[in-house]
């Protein structure tokens, strides 16, 4: 069981908004930064969202990140069918001493 | 550009040592803040963290892992090598080596990743 819970799965249709959760506590997310990466099928994953909101280069800005406390959440507007992915959130536990990413969402586009 | 590519063996036994190696090109590994360490994941699971080593030769272990990993660099050949001991069918996963290119705690890029079977 992972230290950063996400929702198993999301779904929307094509042109929706979607967000995706990702909860913590206070010696992870409540004092971190939280990074995102998408998985697309087959492939390694790559970062999406770092530092909660801001996009690496080449990044659509279809996708936004935000935190508050010790939650942090992903948003995909205008959804796309090249968006059915796997979606990981990561941060730093203190507790544990190093990197522990989430459970990872799947989203399926309708 | 930054690359990242792992090697290994694609089929271990149990109680045997697993050896990967990850050879970089397009920054180093002497820099500030870099990083280079490795994040496995079994077949249909979620990604875990494994080992970070640091530009200043620090290491961080997955704390459930720790007696069983050490991460060391190659500085001749711009290398990282992750060595796993005791291998179990728990075990299998796809690794991958991953880098951070400053002091920010997130992986900025990852190689291709590397399928590990082990056998019972």
């Known amino acids: 069981q992972s230290v950063l819970t996400q929702p198993p799965s999301v779904s929307g249709a094509p042109g929706q908004r979607v967000t995706i959760s990702c909860t913590g506590s206070?010696?992870?997310?409540?004092?971190?930064?939280v990074h995102w990466y998408q998985q697309l099928p087959g492939t390694a994953p790559k970062l999406l969202i770092y530092?909660?909101?801001y996009r690496p280069s080449g990044v659509s800005d279809r996708f936004s990140g935000s935190k508050s406390g010790t939650s942090a959440s992903l948003a995909i507007t205008g959804l796309q069918a090249e968006d059915e992915a796997d979606y990981y959130c990561?941060?730093?536990?203190?507790?544990?001493?190093?990197?522990?990413f989430g459970g990872g969402t799947k989203l399926t586009v309708l | 550009q930054i690359t990242l590519k792992e090697s290994g063996p694609t089929l271990v036994k149990s109680t045997q040592t697993l050896t990967l190696t990850c050879t970089f090109s397009?920054?180093?590994?002497?820099?500030?803040?870099?990083?280079v360490g490795w994040v496995r994941q079994p077949p249909g699971k979620a990604l875990e963290w494994l080992a970070l080593?640091?530009?200043?030769?620090?290491?961080r272990y997955r704390p459930s892992l720790k007696n069983r990993l050490n991460i060391t660099h190659d500085t001749s050949r711009n290398q990282v090598v992750l060595t796993m001991t005791n291998m179990d069918p728990v075990d299998t996963a796809t690794y991958y080596c991953?880098?951070?290119?400053?002091?920010?705690?997130?992986?900025?890029?990852w190689g291709q990743g590397t399928l590990v079977t082990v056998s019972s």
């Open positions: 991953v880098s951070r290119s400053n002091i920010l705690a997130f992986f900025d890029d």
């Open positions: 397009g920054f180093s590994l002497s820099t500030y803040g870099v990083g």
């Open positions: 080593l640091y530009w200043d030769e620090d290491k």
């Open positions: 206070s010696s992870n997310i409540g004092n971190y930064d």
């Open positions: 530092s909660n909101k």
């Open positions: 990561q941060s730093h536990d203190n507790s544990l001493s190093g990197v522990i």
